[in-house]
């Protein structure tokens, strides 16, 4: 198809379907003949074709209409007589509305689409049937191949025929690439296998009224009947502990649910807390096996991510959003923050920062800042430097970056730094900071958060630069 709007395709019951480029979505189906489609042909908007018709009895024969179709209106035009059987249709190069029709007797019909009782007929001298018409890109040859594997060339005895030397490039198919291998176990990560592209939900898409829940899972057993078991004939016995009412049965899957759901799990307890409860008590309470159930994922594993509860008991959430990613909000205890239990949260070695205190925003950017290997290798070098430089921000990153890495996974605060980057003027003057000094006009405190991020980056860049090159001149590492 040239064009056109449209991608043509013929079906074996003689329809044409006209398919959407992009989806590949049906827009229109039309029925141009009762058996087959022998050839056709679409240029400017037009489609021609010619096929076969079912005969009563007998097999199908060449119909003696080719049919036109308008892609621009969607709809049928005047169809092109021709006696001899329709079997090949070209569309002229250069004439948009003419077409040439040939049968398998070889006999050709030019022929105005747009007044199609007006033709030029010619007849071609094969010693055989015709299998195939094809016209050259400049209109003025026409190729006809017949069944004895002859090409019997046409064209205008008063024009100069020229034919390339060398034929066009054959274009060969692009080879599939071969699928990596992949091996299938718990350490494969999902993302790396991808989705394919579909048009349809997904069967995991399944519709939440058609979500039934079946049967009750299996009641664990009271840790006191295991505590007293004995060995028996068969098995073992234990006495009743009595903790339930006779035929009384637990819900088990609402037990369950409790302790797998991370929406009413108690937050964790205050560091104090705990060390109190080691002191009186040996073995862990219900409570921290609950919490460590849900830690642990209740096989012993340690998938944190798919268990993280939310802060304080009975809080309500959307069950839109993960549970990983949900707010999590700090208690404090009488101890203030260094009480907390961030290991409850983080088991890596990756120490974060602390997000109470004033320009904390700049928490992410010196994260990235820091896992930059050429300003954290500077940073780090310039600390260890006879800097004496007053309010210094590579000497404060410098620190701030030793510091994150011996923390070990402990959550640190860039006081010291924020500290530093607010006593810059040329801080305040970009508006960067959560409490801007007195005189600070309103245009300058007005700047939103992505703008305060993005002065803030640049302005650190620039300053941690003039810095270096002052303590080792003609050093430009950090200008490139």
Known sequence: MKN???????TSTGAINFLHPESLSLEKSWQAHSSSINHMDARNNYLVTCGSSTRPYGPPMLDILAK??????????APIPFPGGAAFVQMHPKMSTTSVVASTTGQLQVVDLM??????????????YMVNLILAPSGALWALADQENSIHIWGSSHKKLQFTEFM?????????????????????????????????????AWPSDQVFQIGQPTPKIDPDILRTANPFIV?????????????????SRLLHASKND????????????????????????????????????????????????????GVKVTEKVPAM?????????????????????????YSGLETHIPNSYLNPLLQLLRYTPEIRNIALHHAASSCTLDCCMLCEMGFLFDMLEKADGQSCQATNFLKAYSMQPGAAFLGTLDEPPPGTTMQQQSSTLDAK????????????????????????RLDK
């Open 235 to 251: 098995g073992q016995r234990a006495p009743n502990p009595r903790k339930h009412f006779r035929n009384e049965v637990d819900k």
């Open 115 to 128: 007044n199609p009782n007006t033709s030029n007929i010619h007849q071609a001298r094969l010693s055989s």
């Open 262 to 313: 991370g929406t009413a799990i108690a937050a964790p307890k205050f560091l104090s807390q705990r060390l109190r409860d080691e002191d009186e008590i040996d073995d862990v309470d219900a409570d921290e096996e609950e919490i460590g159930d849900a830690i642990d994922g209740g096989d012993g594993g340690d998938d944190f991510g798919n268990n993280l509860i939310a802060m304080g008991e």
């Open 453 to 476: 991020v993005q002065a803030a980056t640049r302005f650190l860049l620039e300053q941690i630069s003039k810095e270096w090159v002052r303590v080792f001149p003609g050093d430009s």
């Open 168 to 204: 066009n490039p054959i274009e060969y198919a692009d080879e599939v690439a071969p699928l990596p291998h992949m091996p299938v176990n718990t350490e494969l990560p999902f993302s790396s296998i991808g989705m394919p592209h579909y048009r349809e939900a997904l069967l995991s």
């Open 4 to 10: 056109c709007h449209y991608i043509c395709a013929a």
């Open 68 to 77: 036109v179709f308008d892609l621009r209106k969607l709809e049928q035009l």
């Open 325 to 349: 990613y949900r707010r999590v909000e700090i208690k404090y205890s009488k101890f203030g923050v260094d009480d907390f239990d961030f290991a409850f949260y983080n088991k890596t070695h």
